[in-house]
């Protein structure tokens, strides 16, 4: 039990003293959190809104496909990246496998689906409500895209808050890609995997705190957001 | 002035949905300039017989024809008031210019369009706020400049006024005769006998899906032929 107490005490002076160490792996965390579900929101939402506004051949399967691939095991994803980035592997020349670089990669890989399948509901339920207003006005299915997504933010931004949620929170895929060098592709979560089996508690128990406390304040402030935005924009 | 796409003709017109027929066989010609009402009870077929004038349905059998033989003219020469209008989520002077933008106007050649469309529809100084904050009225106002503003030759109305109250209605309705006396030839669909009187130049009544009368509008509130269509006139609940 004092193995406990003596591990928050630490945790707390590493988080209070703002230890070099851990402010740089939260730092790192962030960065590659935003960008790979900035990356996803680029791709995620523009193809939800296109599955769900456009007919073509295969939509059927498409629609299957991101709906099943919302769940996609990580490591899976991290091994599928793996082989892409190494040495051998298609895209190896560009020795991205080990760097932060490859932990977007693999993020975005995660996250997509899951946006794109949000998206796609969320679009599809609005054109129910706008179709024959837009229709009537002459919008295009390939122009009424944008025109949802931006009529959509409110409800959007709730969902890229859930994917960064879920981003933020994935271990194995990063682990897989990144390597969990330290300095280099060090993470919140790979870090507390690493310190936990090493058996030293305090910074894993610092790093685990802060992560808890940063995924309540992400989903806060998606809660408060998106009640702020469906109330200004109902 | 580009070449007109009136009259509309409605040949056999038919229209089924989960295998129940009903629009039967609308034969019918709307000639130019006029405000024709479509009248009838609910469930008349008021309704589906605009959204297959304005292309929003396809028939099941027979045509509507528009006159001359480009589509995109037929299509860009209409506009449509919904009974519970869309508004986008954004402000009512971003309403009115999306839909000049569809029109393909420049950015420059949109503002005082969009300016002058809300002047006339009274929300001038309204035109930063949030359209979904608007009052059912307004929202039905901004709905009607929106559709004004594109200046179809044709405009389609859906019972625009059945969610209003008396004083909203009545400004409507004097939006919808500026709107004809600028020129465009107005379609629309009412339950309300008194909007009927008075704003139909010819009537349409429709009873279950069929055409029961189609003339001049004084003549049919003189003198309907139809049983139904005399029954209507004196407030008899029709079914």
Redesign the interface.
Known sequence: MSDFHDAFASAFSLIFGLNADLVEIISLSLKITFSGVALSALIGLPLGAAVALLRFPGRGAVVVVLNAFMGLPPVVVGLVVYLLLSRSGAFGVLGLLFTPTAMIIAQCFLITPILAALTRQIIADLWEEYSEQLRSLGTTPARAIPTLLIDARATLLTTILAGFGRAFGEVGAVMIVGGNIAHSTRVMTTAIALETSKGDLPLALGLGMILLLLSLAINGGAYVLGDIARRELR | MTATILPLVFDGLCFDASGERLIHDLTATLRGGARTILLGPNGAGKSLTL?LA?G?LRPSAGSVRWTGNRAQAA??GQ??V?QR??M???SVAANVD??LA??GLARATRRPLVDEALARAGLGDMAKR?A??LSAGEQQRLALA?AWAVEPEVLFLDEPTANLDPAATRTVEEMITAIHEAGATIIMTTHDLGQAHRLADEILFLHRGRLMEHMAAAAFFAGPQSAEAKAFLTGDLLW
């Open positions: 959204r304005h929003l299509r860009e506009a449509m919904f209008p869309v986008l989520r954004r999306y839909a569809l029109r949030s979904r904050v929106r």
